[in-house]
């Protein structure tokens, strides 16, 4: 009787030591399977003018391009804002300049993965240029060494819902608004009607907000000589792009 109790008691002590290393096993291979973060060491640095004037227009599309991914992939570069605003001080080369809507859903410079010095960024509802707008874009690329001009039209605009559904805004006292709209009506008329002229119209409403990114970019091309000088000798590209709210994804246009 002895002998056989004490034979079970072996036999239990060792299935529970089977059952230990089958788990030990099973969560070490879990363990490999689950992928290993990375600690990213914060970014201190801004850009220089070495690295500005290394890099060609179409490289910087290609790193804006780079950072978006990041962006959408929520998986953004960690900064230390605190030693890039220190170091910013000194002095800005900024590699593009974005001209966006003011609408406060678009945050540019998290949209491309960008810090302290690395754009500067022109905001105007329905991102139309005007004076202001095409003086602020010269400074920074004839001037500050910028090599990128980006017009980023973005979907539910809300300019350009009013642009199409013909708003009256000065009849409301927005006389300001109302001359605002009028520089986007050219791209709604220029836009191939496929159904209802309404800001309800899904399609034609996104076919005219790209439009009206192209147009602005034939626009500062018009408005300044010396950048479509920059341009043509292959040291500056101006380029329209989309940004989907939706995706987060930008969609360059040309």
């Known amino acids: 009787m002895t002998t056989t109790i004490r034979k079970i008691s072996i036999a239990m002590l060792c299935l529970g030591l089977m059952s230990c290393e089958n788990n030990k096993k099973e969560t070490d291979t879990n363990m490999a399977s689950e992928p290993q973060q990375v600690q990213q060491t914060p970014i201190r640095s801004i850009m220089t003018a070495e690295e500005q004037g290394s890099m060609s227009p179409d490289e910087i599309i290609g790193r804006l391009k780079k950072g978006n991914e990041n962006f959408v992939s929520n998986n953004l570069t960690r900064r230390d804002h605190s030693a890039q605003r220190r170091m910013a001080t000194i002095g800005q080369y900024p590699k593009a300049i974005v001209l966006s809507c003011v609408d406060s859903r678009v945050p540019v410079e998290d949209v491309f993965d960008l810090g302290i010095g690395d754009i500067f960024v022109a905001r105007v509802a329905g991102n139309i240029e005007n ?53 986007i009506k050219p791209s709604v008329e220029a836009t191939e009607k496929n159904g209802d002229v309404s800001s309800k119209n899904l399609a034609f409403t996104n076919d005219v907000i790209t439009n009206n990114a192209k147009r602005t970019v034939k626009d500062i091309r018009a408005s300044s000589p010396r950048m479509a000088e920059l341009e043509s000798n292959g040291k500056l590209k101006i380029v329209a792009a989309v940004y989907d709210m939706e995706t987060g994804k930008v969609k360059f246009l040309n």
């Open 131 to 183: 004076k202001d707008i095409v003086g602020s874009m010269e400074f920074a690329t004839a001037v500050a060494g910028s090599k990128v001009v980006i017009v980023m039209g973005h979907t539910a605009c809300g300019a350009v819902h009013h642009a199409i559904d013909n708003t009256d805004a000065a009849s409301m006292g927005m006389n300001a608004l109302a001359d605002l709209l009028n520089e």
